[in-house]
């Protein structure tokens, strides 16, 4: 739509006297569809043309008439509303689509890197809702800026290092129940770091033990070291198993030990800068201008702690890897952290800092509870995904039993219902997770979008387009020859019209998601296209209409098919053929 209205305010530029840019992001796209395709406001010109808006909206609706490419331009109030010839606009973003004008890809990104942090969950400890949601949030951005030509680093920041880990090894030689262990790692040692908590509140020299076992793990001892390169590998094993079900694909897997030989460098550095002051033995970075807490780098023992790693890190991707933006998907809780960090990154004088950004996200409920991995509360995520995989299973059973990889697309319908359910609100909102809403093939939901997709194949299917198992980011139908597909029409019925105009939105939309960092963009986008087409699919004859709107009409279904593929992909979820 951006090409129309910058052709509508190049001629109202001219009419009214105020440069094309602006007038550019004054047109709006009206709420109801029967207004019209655009609208322009006459408020802001009232003043200095000193007429009321009404008046103004009047005069300029005729003159607009006169524009070939609009067929209707009527004043509502203090609206100019505008009709386009849709034949014209019709081919003309058909066009755009198959010539993939900035449709699909575009390149402003080329020559940048970003790095995303992304996943990030600790080792010996459940792979929580926040970590889920992390992954499912950053691969949707890492997606998204390739689409735009960014070089993108998927790196997952793996909490292998700290405190917690002494804590663990002292609970592990007291109360380890090896057998127990071995069987059930992750969750036997999250419960030894749980009794841990309980047993220190009557008997504090555990924490003494703690950081002494923390300090031997720092200092490299070998049996401690041991013990801790068991918990990263069961660990690994099981994160793995997840990402293996999600699809998630890392370019990095740097835990916070691996800055461990990176960490004296930073503190040099933050001495000869003149940026360290000694807190209690400890030192810190001094942050009130910002109007912070002062950030701890190493405590009183010599540990550093996860802001040094963060420190270390940053300028790890900046200096090593060539990002030139950092991202960072975590919960909003901590957010006072990247303030600090990025402040201790723009007091070093990196100007890269500004190109620093948290990109924060809500919790996940569910059934309205939060869940504490402390309390020992623990959500297995595994389950959820299996919970979600075993019921799209059984709705497909009943749909379409003879389908030939019923499992497959189980899978694909199970685990493309949880992403697209976290993906389809803002980040900042908490979501409520429901299994048989996010499950469900109708309403806003993953599987209805699918569902769209296999039923825009089997058309194209059974007009001997597409074959069975086929899958395909190219045009299957034939392509658009100037206006040659659109001019034999009768005219364009406003279904068809409605359907392409919506698709049209889609680089719009994929623009704004990365700007805003905002997937949920592209999946709202992707459920009103997938309504518009099912609209269309019930009203509209495919097959069987006149041989031009059969062409057409065809070609406007491999439109769909394509833009869904274009926005799942982005989303991380897949797209079977058949469901
Ligand atoms: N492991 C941390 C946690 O679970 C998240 C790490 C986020 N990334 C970072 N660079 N600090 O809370």
């Known amino acids: 739509?951006?090409?129309?209205?910058?052709?509508?305010?190049?001629?109202?530029?001219?009419?009214?006297?105020?440069?094309?840019?602006?007038?550019?992001?004054?047109?709006?796209?009206?709420?109801?569809?029967?207004?019209?395709?655009?609208?322009?406001?006459?408020?802001?010109?009232?003043?200095?043309?000193?007429?009321?808006?009404?008046?103004?909206?009047?005069?300029?609706?005729?003159?607009?008439?006169?524009?070939?490419?609009?067929?209707?331009?009527?004043?509502?109030?203090?609206?100019?509303?505008?009709?386009?010839?849709?034949?014209?606009?019709?081919?003309?973003?058909?066009?755009?689509?198959?010539?993939?004008?900035?449709?699909?890809?575009?390149?402003?990104?080329q020559n940048r890197a970003v790095a995303i942090d992304l996943s990030s969950p600790n080792i010996a400890k459940p792979f929580?809702?926040?970590?889920?949601?992390?992954?499912?949030?950053?691969?949707?951005?890492?997606?998204?800026?390739?689409?735009?030509?960014?070089?993108?680093?998927?790196?997952?920041?793996?909490?292998?290092?700290?405190?917690?880990?002494?804590?663990?090894?002292?609970?592990?030689?007291?109360?380890g129940d090896v057998e127990a262990i071995k069987k059930h790692p992750i969750q036997e040692l999250n419960a030894l770091y749980v009794r841990f908590h309980e047993e220190a509140e009557t008997n504090p020299v555990l924490e003494d033990e703690g950081r002494a076992a923390f300090k031997r793990l720092e200092d490299g001892d070998k049996e401690t070291l041991d013990l801790w390169r068991w918990m990263v590998s069961v660990s690994l094993e099981e994160f793995n198993r997840t990402y293996a079900m999600l699809g998630t694909q890392f370019t990095h897997v740097l835990g916070e030990s691996f800055y461990n030989d990176k960490m004296a460098a930073v503190?040099?550095?933050?001495?000869?800068?003149?940026?360290?002051?000694?807190?209690?033995?400890?030192?810190?970075?001094?942050?009130?201008?910002?109007?912070?807490?002062?950030?701890?780098?190493?405590?009183?023992?010599?540990?550093?702690?996860?802001?040094?790693?963060?420190?270390?890190?940053?300028?790890?991707?900046?200096?090593?890897?060539?990002?030139?933006?950092?991202?960072?998907?975590?919960?909003?809780?901590?957010?006072?952290?990247?303030?600090?960090?990025?402040?201790?990154?723009?007091?070093?004088?990196?100007?890269?800092?500004?190109?620093?950004?948290?990109?924060?996200?809500?919790?996940?409920k569910i059934g309205g509870k939060k869940m504490s991995t402390r309390k020992g509360q623990i959500v297995r995520l595994q389950e959820v995904l299996d919970e979600a995989v075993r019921r799209a299973k059984d709705i497909i059973d009943e749909k379409n039993p003879g389908l030939k990889s019923a499992d497959a697309t189980a899978k694909a319908i199970g685990v493309g219902a949880v992403i697209f359910n976290d993906l389809k609100t803002h980040r900042i909102h908490e979501i409520n997770f429901s299994l048989e809403q996010a499950v469900a093939f109708e309403g806003e939901t993953g599987p209805y979008v699918q569902y769209t997709h296999a039923r825009a194949c089997s058309v194209l299917r059974k007009a001997g387009l597409l074959s069975g198992l086929e899958s395909t980011s190219e045009w299957v139908t034939e392509p658009l020859d100037g206006d040659v597909m659109i001019q034999p029409l009768q005219e364009l019925d406003s279904l068809s019209y409605e359907l392409m105009k919506t698709i049209s939105y889609f680089p719009e939309v994929r623009k704004r998601a990365i700007n805003e960092a905002d997937p949920s963009l592209v999946a709202k986008h992707i459920l009103d296209v997938s309504q518009d087409f099912n609209r269309f699919y019930h009203e509209m004859p495919i097959l069987n209409a006149a041989p031009a709107e059969r062409v057409f009409r065809l070609r406007l279904t491999d439109a769909t098919r394509l833009t869904i593929r274009a926005a799942l992909e982005i989303l991380g979820i897949e797209h079977p053929v058949e469901i």
């Open 128 to 175: 929580s809702m926040g970590h889920l949601r992390s992954t499912i949030i950053g691969t949707a951005l890492a997606n998204l800026l390739e689409t735009d030509g960014y070089q993108v680093f998927r790196i997952n920041h793996l909490g292998d290092w700290g405190t917690q880990f002494g804590k663990i090894i002292v609970a592990y030689h007291r109360y």
């Open 267 to 364: 503190v040099n550095e933050l001495s000869e800068k003149n940026l360290l002051t000694t807190s209690e033995g400890a030192e810190v970075v001094m942050l009130e201008e910002e109007n912070f807490p002062p950030c701890l780098i190493r405590k009183s023992d010599g540990a550093t702690l996860y802001a040094t790693r963060d420190l270390a890190a940053a300028l790890y991707r900046y200096r090593d890897l060539g990002a030139t933006s950092l991202w960072y998907v975590v919960g909003g809780e901590q957010r006072l952290h990247f303030q600090q960090l990025f402040a201790v990154l723009s007091r070093m004088g990196y100007s890269f800092a500004n190109d620093c950004r948290h990109i924060a996200f809500g919790l996940m």
């Open 1 to 109: 739509m951006h090409f129309f209205k910058e052709k509508l305010a190049s001629t109202l530029s001219g009419l009214v006297g105020i440069d094309e840019t602006t007038l550019t992001d004054w047109i709006e796209i009206p709420p109801d569809k029967q207004l019209g395709d655009l609208a322009f406001p006459c408020f802001q010109l009232a003043k200095s043309l000193r007429k009321a808006p009404q008046t103004i909206a009047s005069e300029l609706a005729p003159k607009l008439m006169e524009i070939p490419f609009i067929v209707k331009a009527e004043a509502v109030g203090p609206y100019v509303n505008v009709h386009l010839n849709r034949k014209e606009a019709v081919s003309y973003w058909l066009l755009q689509m198959q010539d993939n004008r900035d449709f699909f890809t575009s390149s402003t990104g």
